[in-house]
T-cell receptor, first 112, second 111 residues
């Protein structure tokens, strides 16, 4: 069964700290992996998409990597800010246009 | 930046009633989806739609659910006879090989 797991479930850090969120998937034949942000009671905002031929993507203070052989992806957030507080979701798909399989998310709290 | 638009943002309905959730995907996207998220739980796939037909559906998507693309812009999810356990946030998404774009969701409350 194709599953996505995120560790930790919750994380609290002081402002300014660099942090890493982890995502693992059981089936290494992943096609695309996408990281999302979700604020409480809100929709999903796409942060980064890593296509199967890529190893990493960067946007501003965010960097996501994909290691298919180990079944892992990480989201690195540099110089965290209170505005980064949200739930971060990773999700993978296994074919073009296929469904996204979501992890349960990491709830991040950045303290001023 | 192109958006996926969902209406209504909130819907309260009585158990047993029919509801229709509406979505306008990004215009040049070819793949459309519905997902749901029960409070405190994972985002779950319901159904995908491509080339005017269902391409995949989950076990959740039983006979009480249906999807339709009635014209060139709208994409709807119908729940025929709502149950209490259908209360959730329902997300529409579209995709064109450059990642998925999600709408802001419809919060459905069945009372």
């Amino acid at each position: 069964k194709q599953e996505v797991t995120q560790i930790p479930a919750a994380l609290s850090v002081p402002e300014g700290e660099n942090l890493v969120l982890n995502c693992s998937f059981t089936d290494s034949a992943i096609y695309n992996l996408q990281w999302f942000r979700q604020d409480p009671g809100k929709g999903l905002t796409s942060l980064l998409l890593i296509q199967s031929s890529q190893r990493e993507q960067t946007s501003g203070r965010l960097n996501a990597s994909l290691d298919k052989s180990s079944g892992r992806s990480t989201l690195y957030i540099a110089a965290s800010q209170p505005g980064d507080s949200a739930t971060y979701l990773c999700a993978g798909t296994y074919n073009q246009g296929g469904k996204l399989i979501f992890g349960q998310g990491t709830e991040l709290s950045v303290k001023p | 930046e192109p958006e996926v638009t969902q209406t209504p943002s909130h819907q309260v309905t009585q158990m047993g009633q029919e509801v229709i959730l509406r979505c306008v995907p990004i215009s040049n996207h070819l793949y459309f989806y519905w997902y749901r998220q029960i409070l405190g739980q994972k985002v779950e796939f319901l159904v995908s739609f491509y080339n005017n037909e269902i391409s995949e559906k989950s076990e959740i998507f039983d006979d009480q659910f249906s999807v339709e693309r009635p014209d060139g812009s709208n994409f709807t999810l119908k729940i025929r006879s709502t149950k209490l356990e259908d209360s959730a946030m329902y997300f529409c998404a579209s995709n064109q090989n450059y990642g998925y774009t999600f709408g802001s969701g419809t919060r459905l409350t069945v009372v």
